[in-house]
């Protein structure tokens, strides 16, 4: 699996937006973009995918460079229920072997009220 | 919909005896995945399935490990014997997994084990 590098971690404050950076030199051309993240005391949870253009959801935004080789998990207000560890993951897409997700370190987010 | 659910959400136990972690998965969902989460590994999977079937078990980290899935509903995680170093929060994941459609995987709370 194509490896990704993320801050160990980054502080926001309440109510302002927050970008958390991943970088994927080594993505091929299939590699889909996803992120998780995993809240305190709880399993990690789906935020957001994209493939080659910008995606909104409701809970973030993911910006994907041209060259896809960095992309940018946006949230837009946080807020103290954001505090998370943020994972940003590769995955093979359009084959059921891609069903894997091999996660990394991630990048603690602090939220300051 | 009650989402992934495990159990139990802690077990203490000592070393040597029989740990059985048990999961339900989100019905319809046609993949299931074991995770172990400790401070020094992060997450990493174990093995997955697909319609019942085993597909990767390469994360499993010895022959004490073992994991069945019966039928769509249900999923079991054995460790026998039980090690202190297998003290960690396993995770069970499932997710509708077809061709062309990438859907995203649900975690449960997860089950915390203590090997005393």
């Known amino acids: 699996d194509a490896k990704t590098t993320q801050p160990n971690s980054m502080e926001s404050n309440e109510e302002e937006p927050v970008h958390l950076p991943c970088n994927h030199s080594t993505i091929s051309g299939t590699d889909y973009i996803h992120w998780y993240r995993q809240l305190p005391s709880q399993g990690p949870e789906y935020v957001i995918h994209?493939?080659?253009s910008n995606v909104n959801n409701r809970m973030a935004s993911l910006a994907i460079a041209e060259d896809r080789k960095s992309s940018t998990l946006i949230l837009h207000r946080a807020t103290l229920r954001d505090a998370a560890v943020y994972y940003c993951?590769?995955?093979?897409?359009?084959?059921?072997?891609?069903?894997?997700?091999?996660f990394g370190e991630g990048t603690q987010l602090t939220v300051n009220p | 919909d009650a989402g992934v659910i495990q159990s139990p959400r802690h077990e203490v136990t000592e070393m040597g005896q029989e740990v059985t972690l048990r999961c339900k998965p989100i019905s319809g969902h046609n993949s299931l995945f074991w995770y172990r989460q400790t401070m020094m590994r992060g997450l990493e999977l174990l093995i997955y399935?697909?319609?019942?079937?085993?597909?990767?078990d390469s994360g499993m980290p010895e022959d004490r490990f073992s994991a069945k899935m019966p039928n769509a509903s249900f999923s079991t995680l054995k460790i026998q014997p039980s090690e202190p170093r297998d003290s960690a929060v396993y995770f069970c994941a499932s997710s509708f997994n077809q061709v062309a459609v990438l859907n995203e995987q649900f975690f449960g709370p997860g089950t915390r084990l203590t090997v005393l």
């Open positions: 994209g493939l080659t």
């Open positions: 993951i590769l995955r093979v897409g359009v084959r059921t072997s891609g069903s894997r997700l091999t």
């Open positions: 399935f697909n319609n019942n079937v085993p597909i990767d």
